[in-house]
């Protein structure tokens, strides 16, 4: 494409609109049906004909209060939970496999591979009854546990590929100096690592924030419930009445935290992405 | 485990706010409370979602009792199904939190067969039966014991638009027929109101018109899951799926048939295409709000009619369907008595009124009905009454779940029911399922 | 620790390893390995191997969670039901239509997406990622309900939009038919999820050395030959990576399904059959059975995908 830049940065504005169009629209749509009035849900049209924070007063003040904070409270705290420890475990484990010498690094990548692609849906009954038994049933630890198998295995890989793109030369010169090989790890690595342990941290917060079987089925009431799940507990006016707009209401103030990291760690996400999973 | 591990970990919370309001108590009730070690037992209540009616009335009944016992609620998902679901995996389990549940009719004979549920005592039984209207008694029963105790009833009544049914000629009233109903939305060009989505809603009407043609769904519903005997391959059966297959084929349910549930059939009367509707009675308090809110015109309230839900032949009664909630006491709770007691308090003929007039679901007690003020709220509250009187509960047994499920997968969309096949072939399927040949 | 010793002996020798006495270093740097991974490791067997297991056990008896004292072996009789009857085997077929139809699109919208990003103007360059990571960071319920509602005959609009397409007008109801409802579920799937395949993507594309495709426009190739010829072969492993991870993702397609149709008019899909057959039901038996057959299947596609496409896993592993 040899065209004059003038021509060219058209093409790209169009381009750009088309994509982020592509990108946002779903949302814009939803958050146009949150300020829906109950009797404007039937009207037909994107945006609302009388804009209303009805929907909003009802989750955050009103009669879902009680339903959606705790649940907001629970999905936060859950889900930073999983994601510290799974990044920690995740740390440990790719550095052993990045730089170490042991048997079982494959063993090891193979598992979390397996375990990333495992159907969750297969194992909640069994869960569901384990948990019942030794009382990790609607609890927050019933939930951290099976979360660090959807955080684990992509922040191994994602940890593995940052990993090994660390100048390793500093580690071998600090045990040279005489560190062992835990204070090269520590006091050399540790550093230069942060960034991608970071980038991990927001990926695999993503993964469990947007868990929905194992939020349905391993929690029952608002000590545990997740946000996901208690999506389905809303109510109209009656029972017979559908909630759509406490859950469009609801759906948007769920999605800010993900709008606010992407717009602040959008580089690092995508470079994290695209390590982990592809040769980088 | 030690023995109240478990117990006191659910309630920590509650314990907490039952100190508060021990508290609370203690100031107004100096001595009264004085006797008692430490907190009131807190009964947890595990209720469906509803405008705030059953924790007001936990409110009311805790402190109504004097400091014997605080009731906490614990919401429930918003579908019956997830309910169902929720409450048997609790149950299950043995746990010991279940003092109070509110179960829908259909669900009571799965807890109470294996034993899920505590007895209710026989004074109780009586004093909370008493006046209890038939249909609603029918749906807390169990092989002919009363093992929950009937809160609220819930049954559809047929609304139609006054302007329609004139211009139809059709004289409301006196009791109508599906066939006057379908004769006269199709000759004015309308659309009827009814639940064509695979859900719950479809089964409700399937056993609907199977009782009000005379026939019954399940035959023997006492029996294990492989003796089941289905009334579906019936006459009524038939004549059911000639008025489903009728409303389907002609598109008199409208194009959002397949997926019409209580609410969008509301919303589909109210428009300009609205006609006969079978529906619950929050489409009033509905209705009202929406008018109110400027959204629909003041007079379609004066144009909204109400009747009996329609019969299928001439002359010969309706068999509306039931709804509801009855309260039930799980078997390992660990205060079945104050439980009960709390239970009595609730159901109380007052309460119920009250629960009608705020959160719009009627009384199952007759005596309710007479409260004052009730038909300025509830204007169609007689026709309410009179239709609890002939509700038929959904079949009673422990695999309802499964033959409800299977009455919705073989009856959707309606358009595609077949009166000489459906029947027929629903039953097969139904009870290949039930002896666990086939997938559900 | 004894489950990674023990199944580290029954991996594969390592070629680079000759059998000799290992040095003490080596020792000490081999049981940091094991103290290092095996944590995460041992979580990610407990988390999943054990629960598996138990499915299996439970998948031959005849139980169902609230008729406790009927509970009865049946050896693989849940199997042999599930296998004869015709749901399985039709829910089966949504799920791997809605696989391969989804991953056919978002590899195609992802390439072209991936092809955007890079080469975009470095000024449009992070509004882009940033917009397309929105949809990879909501949660699939919320992208689910965003779809059903545009869609919905009540409460959508898009019947007024398109009103001007052929076959669309107010009176089209999207979920009371196979082929309508679907075409949704996939529409929400594609959205949410085409922004991790074309990150993949990206990262592949990075991998094509740009000496040749300079070479190749140099000696006159057209975009349409620089693609099909030079970047698209030296990405291959990239696409059969991505390939595969969103295919085995398809695969397990749960939420969208669950919030739109929750199975009706033939959108069911193995996982929704699973979770109301064991959850809704509460027949544990049966659901475990379905559970079990269910995770076959990914395995199988695995194997199918490593053997026969001869997807290279280990990308990442390789080291420097």
Redesign the interface.
Known sequence: MKSSPAK??TI??I??VL??L???F??A??LA?SFK??????S???LPTKWSFSNYEQILVG?AQG?FLSSLRNSIGICLISTFIAVI??T??A????R????????????????S??????????????W?NI?L?DTWPGLI??Y??LT??IS??TL??FF?QIPWELEQAAQVDGAT??QAFRKAIVPLAAPGVFTTAIIAF?IA??D??YGI?LT???AARP??AA??????????????GA??AA?II??IP??V???AF??Q??SG???????? | MPKDARYWGHTRKGARAAAGVALALGATLLSGCGTDEGAAPTLTWYINPDAGGQAELAKQCSDASGGAYTIETSLLPNDAAAQREQLARRLAAGDKSMDIMSLDPPNVPEYAEPGYLAPVPDDVAERTTEGVLEGALAGAKWKDKVVAVPFWANTQILWYRKSVASAAGLDMTQPVTWDQIIEAASSQDKYIGVQGARAESMTVWVNALVASAGGKIVENPDAAADEIKLGLDTDAGKQAAEVVSTIGKEGLGGPGLPTQTENTSMIQFQGDQGSFMVNYPFVWPATNASVEEGALPASLIDDIGWALYPAMNEGEETAPPLGGINLGVGSNSQHPDLAYQAIECIVSPENQAQYFETNGNPPSNEAAYDSPGLEETFPMAPTIRDSLELAVPRPQTPYYNEISTGIQQTWTPPSDVNPDTTPAESQEFILEVLRGEKLL | MSTSVEAVRDAPARSTQPKQPLSDRAKAERRLGFWLAGPAFIIMLAVTAYPILLALWESLFKYRLTAPSDREFIGLGNYATILSDTLFWRDLGVTVLITVITVVVELILGFALALIMNSALKAVRGWLRTAILVPYGIITVVSAFAWFYAFDINSGYVNNWFSWVPGVDADLNWFADTWTALSVIMASEIWKTTPFISLLLLAGLAQVPGELTEAAEVDGASWWQRMSKVIIPNMKAAIMVAVLFRALDAFRIFDNVYIMTNGAYGTEVLSLLAYRTSITRLEIGMGSAVSVLLFICVIIICFIAIKLFKVDLSGARGGN
């Open positions: 060219r940065r790209w504005t381009i750009s994509v982020v592509y990108a946002l779903p949302v749509s939803i049906t009035l109950p009797s404007d849900l039937t037909g049209t994107f009669d339903l475990l995740a440990l484990c550095y052993a496999i990045a170490l010498d042991f048997p079982g690094k494959k063993l090891v990548l193979t598992t979390a591979l397996g375990v692609i495992f159907p969750v849906i297969s194992i909640v009954t069994p869960l569901f009854n384990l019942r009382g049933y546990i099976p660090l198998s684990l295995p191994i890989w593995a590929a090994r090989t835990w993503f924030w947007n929905f079987v089925s029952s009431t608002e946000v996901p999506l389905a507990f809303f109510t109209g006016a009656s029972q017979f009445e559908e909630p759509t859950i469009s759906a769920v999605t993900v709008v990291l992407v717009l959008q580089r996400i995508v992405l695209t390590q982990g999973a592809v040769k980088g």
